[in-house]
């Protein structure tokens, strides 16, 4: 079975600070994509970014970051001088049966993150 | 392009009542899946359509159904409503169908209150 775990409930910050939120996965899967989405308080969740298990490639864009990490199972983000519209819901997700096409995932319990000014 | 729409956006109803909720995916995507999101039990996959076909469903009971129109918009139905399917009910679609999931683009939601 599928099980992504996101053991940070809540992170509090001050605007300016860097901050990590971890996500480590489970799946017997060899091939799979991993997610993650932002939901601001409007609801919508806002897709961020995918991975797929073959690329261990850590990827930046503008002040965000990920760190994909087989060996740990490990999918870990970080906002680089974090400002207040940062402050959302984070969520980390897998792909489920990649080969077969199928398209749900399974998401960790996120991560409330609150950027103070 | 226009995003993913869901109407209602709110809706209240009674225990023992039905429901159905609608999304219209991006133009041109062809998967619709369906999310229930509760404090509780999180972010929940209840079903997945392509081209009209329930393609893969997540462990919810039959009350929850759904199905998709040749036009790509989907509905999803809650019958005898109880007071744990007050949720926000989210809806993603997807495009294409070649091994693999693209990323997924979410609808604001529903938020059902069951009274």
């Known amino acids: ?117 | 392009k226009a995003g993913v729409t869901q109407t209602p956006r709110y809706l209240i109803k009674t225990r023992g009542q039905q429901v159905t909720l609608s999304c219209s995916p991006i133009s041109g995507h062809r998967s619709v899946s369906w999310y229930q999101q509760t404090p509780g039990q999180g972010l929940q996959f209840l079903f997945e359509y392509f081209s009209e076909t329930q393609r893969n469903k997540g462990n919810f009971p039959g009350r929850f159904s759904g199905r998709q129109f040749s036009n790509s918009r989907s509905e999803m139905n809650v019958s005898t409503l109880e007071l744990g399917d007050s949720a926000l009910y989210l809806c993603a679609s997807s495009g294409g169908r070649t091994a693999g999931p693209y990323e997924q683009y979410f609808g604001p939601g529903t938020r059902l209150t069951v009274t």
């Open chain 1, 1 to 117: 079975a599928q099980k992504v775990t996101q053991a940070q409930t809540e992170i509090s910050v001050v605007e300016k600070e860097d901050v990590t939120l971890d996500c480590v996965y489970e799946t017997r899967d060899t091939t799979y994509y991993l997610f993650w989405y932002k939901q601001p308080p409007s609801g919508e969740l806002v897709f961020l970014i995918r991975r797929n298990s073959f690329d261990e490639q850590n990827e930046i864009s503008g002040r965000y970051s990920w760190n994909f990490q087989k060996s740990t199972s490990s999918f870990n983000f970080t906002i680089t001088a974090s400002q207040v519209v940062d402050s959302a819901v984070y969520f980390c997700a897998l792909s489920e049966a990649v080969d077969t096409g199928r398209r749900a995932l399974t998401f960790g319990s996120g991560t409330r993150l609150q950027v103070q000014p």
